[in-house]
């Protein structure tokens, strides 16, 4: 099984729709992530939580939310997709070398 | 603004020869920087880190080399292999505080072709 796990793997949506993305991790790291991909740019980093109770925006928080379950989950909502949400979205953990450790991403399309 | 510019964006070689990948960038106070190498579909997995004080390291076929006073990074790769294809990424944490800050380049596509 993959250390870090998301879900969906895609997800076809129309505009106005709730969406929420899963992640889950075995690697017992506090570090977790979300990213977005698009083609042509850098990975983005979307929120971050350092443990449980922190929550960080990154430098593309608009239209996007988080939630830290737990110290191996990590969810991601968009409240109401919009069709330039469509993008690759990763989650990441990193440890105490900051090695980031990515999922298998989650496509997303929003109609 | 802390920024990573990678060349080229794409690269087409045979089997066997041997390519250098390039990453310059503009990240200050300068803590690390990491290659990644992306496959088509799935998340980034870290090939090397490279710290200020680190000229070059190997990790099998691959050899990163690190200019801290030039602030050019390289990745070379030997004899390349069919499952060489892929996007490498380089990536350079900057120190902030007690936390680093990650500036993602937008990675070399490779295609290693028979």
């Known amino acids: 099984d993959a250390d870090v796990t998301q879900t969906p793997r895609n997800r076809i949506t129309k505009t106005g729709k709730r969406i929420m993305l899963e992640c889950s991790q075995t690697k017992g790291h506090d570090r977790m992530y979300w990213y977005r991909q698009d083609p042509g740019l850098g990975l983005r980093l979307i929120y971050y939580?350092?443990?449980?109770?922190?929550?960080n925006k990154g430098e593309i928080s608009d239209g996007y939310s988080v939630s830290r379950q737990a110290q191996a989950k990590f969810s991601l909502s968009l409240e109401s997709a919009i069709p330039n949400q469509t993008a690759l979205y990763f989650c990441?953990?990193?440890?105490?070398?900051?090695?980031?450790?990515f999922g298998e991403g989650s496509r997303l399309t929003v109609l | 603004k802390n920024q990573v510019e990678q060349s080229p964006q794409s690269l087409i070689i045979l089997e066997g020869k041997n390519c250098t990948l390039q990453?310059?960038?503009?990240?200050?106070?300068?803590?690390?920087l990491r290659w990644y190498k992306q496959d088509t579909g799935r998340g980034p997995v870290s090939l090397t880190i490279?710290?200020?004080?680190?000229n070059t390291k190997s990790n099998g076929r691959y050899t990163a080399t690190l200019d801290a006073d030039t602030k050019q990074s390289s990745l070379h790769i030997t004899a390349s292999q069919l499952s060489d294809s892929a996007s490498y990424i380089c990536?350079?944490?900057?120190?902030?505080?007690?936390?680093?800050?990650?500036?993602f380049g937008t990675g070399t596509r490779l295609q290693v072709t028979l």
């Open positions: 990536v350079v944490s900057a120190i902030s505080g007690t936390a680093s800050k990650l500036t």
């Open positions: 939580s350092f443990d449980v109770k922190d929550i």
């Open positions: 490279m710290t200020f004080s680190e």
């Open positions: 990441a953990t990193s440890g105490e070398t900051g090695e980031l450790f």
């Open positions: 990453c310059n960038y503009t990240v200050s106070p300068f803590s690390n």
